[in-house]
């Protein structure tokens, strides 16, 4: 095929920028680009956390999960920072509710914190009740 004609695999090559999926105008799109992109990791603690299936604890805690619910959990490893303004809940002190995280907080070695962007939305009112709101989580003393 000569220079100046394109076949249809060379689109992606040849167009420019794309501010709205965040690649500048003017920037040409590569093929190398486009899938850096789609295997960027996605937000969430995937890799920073466990299925709650592991966890014989959570078997007898909430029996009226079923396994596969339990699979679904994904309770945050020891030392993981928790993010600011993503709301958690502690599967250790359901009483206490969801909150919000401040900046600076991490999982404890008595917590087991489960992101309510992680969790299936009816596996999350089945926990925290469906119209709990979560509250800021703020320091003792502090107001």
Known sequence: MADDQQGPDDVARQTTGDPIHGIPTGQRVTTDTTEERLTSPTPGHTDESESGVEDKTL???FGDLSPDELSQLSILDYGTPLDQG???VDL???ARGP???LGGQSAGLGNRFVAKRDTDYELWNKLVGQHTEAEVE???GVE
Do not use: S
């Open 59 to 61: 078997h007898q805690r």
């Open 86 to 88: 993503t709301i958690y």
């Open 92 to 94: 250790d002190d359901l």
């Open 99 to 101: 909150f919000k995280a």
């Open 138 to 140: 703020r320091p003792a």
